[in-house]
């Protein structure tokens, strides 16, 4: 009995191969959109953490410019103080958002599963 790839090359009984070309990009592509779907979730999960709204917070706090530490470069000082006043204003915009995260009211069974599936 001969290989079945032998017989393809042939021409011979096409109807044994079991995935095409279409085929391979249809599989190709469910398993973008399963990949795609679990980091969605996945970053839906980490968004909805209170720890990482306080990562954020930290961050904005140190970006903030620090007089005397930080290069200055060409910013006027209003400049500075304007980028401060923003980079203060988000990070208690991510402390507000950290309060009120809603994986710290959801079961802890629910939040078990949210995480075995992410």
């Known amino acids: 009995m001969e290989p079945e790839n ?4 042939r021409g011979g009984n ?3 191969s079991s995935v095409t070309g279409s085929d391979n990009q ?3 592509a469910i398993e973008y959109v399963q990949h795609f779907q679990h980091r969605v979730l996945a970053d839906a999960m980490v968004e ?3 720890d990482y709204w ?3 917070a930290q961050a904005f ?6 007089p005397g530490r930080d290069y200055e470069g060409q910013a006027t000082t ?5 980028q401060w006043g923003r980079c203060t204003a988000t990070a208690a915009a991510c402390r507000a958002r950290a ?3 809603p994986l710290e009211l959801i079961a802890p069974e629910v939040d078990a599963v949210l995480r075995e599936v992410s």
Do not use: G, K, P, Y
């Open 54 to 56: 306080e990562r954020r």
């Open 14 to 16: 096409q109807a044994t």
């Open 6 to 9: 032998d017989r393809r090359r």
């Open 78 to 82: 209003e400049q500075l103080r304007a």
């Open 26 to 28: 249809i599989l190709a």
């Open 99 to 101: 309060r009120v995260s």
């Open 61 to 66: 706090e140190n970006a903030r410019h620090r």
């Open 48 to 50: 909805a953490c209170a």
